[in-house]
């Protein structure tokens, strides 16, 4: 697929790109633990969400456990939950130092590829991008998150490392996906979003856009995501990464965002997961839904989505909802 086309027009289309694939779960009647632990109940569940909605791409599994899990982090995995990492794995420059490298395929990275790649040999009207986490964000559950955040300031040569290591195996891991056939990556990069604009420049943005420069071409795109709170403040940074396409989460205004980015490249957001998806009603996500597009229309790279990953028990009735309002309100604007 020619995703510089698809790109281009993709704010002109009235799809919406939710990060919409854990919700599966109810259309499979599986839990959490076994769609993670399948590539055939993965792939299968990629193909029904593209089948249930016009979303305008087919999202893969946004697990961020996988490549922590891969180099060695415990997890922890509760029948309908995604899995999240529990204790720490380095924590010091000398442990970081021998930290091994994984390859690609270790732990259940082997599966979530093999179930993208399935995805794709069935799903052909849409893009297919695979989830997968930033260079940062996988430092930090590799250090534990605080200790991330704090070692930037007091071991920064800890936090360098551990970054480094995160890369050279993100590097392996998106070109895998690349080589499976998928037609992009969604690279949730969050941790980066809670530090200082000067910290994120130092500790996120050079191997983001190392990842970026490395893999994307014009068959296959990177969308940039960050629902931290300090986004507006790395616009700078975050535009000058080199990614195809930025989404971000509901903790920041998606009408500030879209007036402080370039005008050039697709925005998507940012209908909050837990408020709407989770927790509302169709009305309210119809209300949310329509009131976000008025607000930011205007704005002609303005790309509908949810705020971030939404939540696997997240009530279909609502995903409906957000669906048939964003054919609603394109019907207006055409």
């Known amino acids: 697929m020619d995703m510089k086309k698809w790109l281009e027009s993709l704010p002109g289309s009235g799809k919406p790109l939710p990060i919409l694939s854990f919700p599966a779960v109810k259309l499979l009647e599986t839990d959490v633990y076994n769609l993670t632990h399948s590539d055939k109940l993965q792939s299968e569940g990629i193909v029904r969400v593209a089948k249930r909605t016009d979303a305008a791409a087919a999202v893969t599994m946004m697990d961020l456990s996988v490549e922590a899990e891969a180099f060695g982090c415990k997890l922890k995995a509760p029948a309908d939950e995604v899995p999240t990492v529990v204790g720490t794995l380095v924590s010091s420059e000398e442990e970081a130092e021998g930290l091994r490298v994984p390859e690609v395929g270790e732990a259940r990275t082997g599966m979530y590829i093999s179930a993208a790649r399935q995805a794709k040999e069935q799903v052909n009207d849409r893009p297919v991008l695979a989830g997968i986490i930033g260079p940062f964000s996988l430092a930090g559950r590799l ?74 071409d014009t068959k296959f795109a990177v969308i940039y995501h960050n629902c931290g709170p300090n986004t507006p403040k790395m616009i700078s940074s975050i535009s000058g990464n080199g990614a195809a396409a930025y989404h971000f989460g509901d903790a920041v205004s998606m009408k500030d965002m879209l007036e402080k980015m370039p005008s050039d490249k697709p925005v998507c957001g940012n209908i909050s997961p837990v408020e709407y998806f989770l927790k509302g009603t169709p009305d309210k996500m119809r209300s949310a839904t329509l009131d976000l597009i008025s607000e930011c229309s205007s704005h002609k790279n303005f790309v509908l989505s949810s ?27 055409i």
């Open 307 to 333: 705020g971030c990953d939404i939540p696997p028990s997240a009530r279909w009735e609502n995903i409906d909802a957000f669906f048939n309002a964003a054919e609603e309100a394109h019907e207006r604007l």
């Open 143 to 216: 250090m534990d998150v605080t200790e991330a955040l704090i070692c930037c300031m007091t071991d920064p040569d800890f936090v360098r490392i551990t970054v480094q290591k995160a890369t050279d195996f993100l590097l392996k891991y998106a070109a895998a996906y690349k080589e499976a056939g998928l037609d992009g990556i969604v690279m949730a990069e969050p941790l980066a979003g809670l530090l200082s604009p000067e910290l994120e420049e130092e500790f996120s943005a050079p191997y983001v856009k190392k990842i970026i420069d490395t893999v994307q």
